[in-house]
T-cell receptor, first 110, second 115 residues
């Protein structure tokens, strides 16, 4: 069983829709949770970073962490075609080594 | 956000040659840098952890004699792929952590093609 599970998609939504992305994990030692966006042939770009259960909002992005269920989510409101990318969840223990999900490819249709 | 520069972005080399990839943190000091490998449509796989002034720590299954990592300063780490083979062709990405912070900032990646 992988430490971090993420549905690879692909996910296609119309412009303006809410995009919902999820990851589950099995290791309760994970303390830090991140979402990255990766465009084709580019390095990942940090979108959200959190270390506690609950919600964190940044513009159109909301990250949720539920440590009791070992479940994290990323919501993108009012999605735009420029949001089309692969989204990777990542998490780390205290050693700061990141474990990544497989990534979900999202396409926002104009 | 912090800027991490990775160079080159793309390289093609012949089998048997060596290729060096540089990773620089431009506006912060990075005590720790990480090197990842990413296969098409797959996630990033951690290869090694690089700490300034000490030997890199390699993940299981990664050949340290083939993937040489040097972290000579707080702003520069290099990955050298030695005696490259076609199966080494991949997308290599570095990341750098700010001190005492798990926010990892990634370089743009290097597409290596070995012919």
């Amino acid at each position: 069983q992988k430490e971090v599970e993420q549905d690879p998609g692909p996910l296609s939504v119309p412009e303006g829709a809410i995009v919902s992305l999820n990851c589950t994990y099995s290791n309760s030692a994970f303390q830090y949770f991140m979402w990255y966006r990766q465009y084709s042939r580019k390095g990942p770009e940090l979108l959200m970073y959190t270390y506690s259960s609950g919600n964190k909002e940044d513009g159109r992005f909301t990250a949720q962490v539920d440590k009791s269920s070992k479940y994290i989510s990323l919501f993108i409101r009012d999605s735009q075609p420029s949001d089309s990318a692969t989204y990777l969840c990542a998490m780390a223990r205290n050693d700061y080594k990141l474990s990544f999900g497989a990534g979900t490819t999202v396409t926002v249709r104009a | 956000g912090a800027v991490v520069s990775q160079h080159p972005s793309r390289v093609i080399c012949k089998s048997g040659t060596s290729v060096k990839i540089e990773c620089r943190s431009l506006d912060f000091q990075a005590t720790t840098m990480f090197w990842y490998r990413q296969f098409p449509k797959q996630s990033l796989m951690l290869m090694a952890t690089s700490n300034e002034g000490s030997k890199a720590t390699y993940e299981q299954g990664v050949e340290k004699d083939k993937f040489l990592i040097n972290h000579a300063s707080l702003t520069l780490s290099t990955l050298t792929v030695t005696s490259a083979h076609p199966e080494d062709s991949s997308f290599y990405i570095c990341s750098a952590d700010r001190e005492a912070n798990t926010e990892a900032f990634f370089g743009q990646g290097t597409r290596l093609t070995v012919v």
